[in-house]
């Protein structure tokens, strides 16, 4: 009975060793300020004038959103 008990935490030892070391290394959300600022420029993009300069600058926001949030997960 004891060496089942071994033998199945032997098998659950990686995916907890993996599990330890992902919550260890993890950080706090800093995309925060990126979706700030995508309601921001959606909102400025909502003002513009025309259907096709509030698609151009909508359009804008989301690149400029995922450039953001790019630079927040991984840092350059």
Same mark, same amino acid.
Not at 8 to 17: D, Q, T
């Given at each position: 009975?004891?060496?089942?008990?071994?033998?199945?935490?032997l098998?659950?030892?990686?995916i907890?060793?993996?599990?330890?070391?992902? +919550? $260890? !290394?993890?950080?706090?959300?800093?995309?925060? &300020?990126?979706?700030?600022?995508l309601? /921001?420029?959606?909102?400025?993009?909502? +003002? $513009? !004038?025309?259907?096709?300069?509030?698609?151009? &600058?909508?359009?804008?926001?989301?690149? /400029?959103?995922?450039?953001?949030?790019?630079? $927040?997960?991984?840092?350059?």
């Amino acid at each position: 009975m004891a060496s089942t008990f071994a033998r199945r935490l032997l098998h659950l030892a990686p995916i907890i060793g993996a599990l330890v070391l992902l +919550l $260890a !290394d993890a950080r706090p959300a800093q995309a925060v &300020m990126c979706f700030q600022d995508l309601d /921001t420029c959606y909102y400025r993009a909502a +003002l $513009a !004038d025309g259907y096709w300069g509030m698609w151009i &600058m909508g359009l804008d926001c989301e690149l /400029t959103f995922v450039d953001c949030t790019r630079r $927040a997960i991984i840092g350059r």
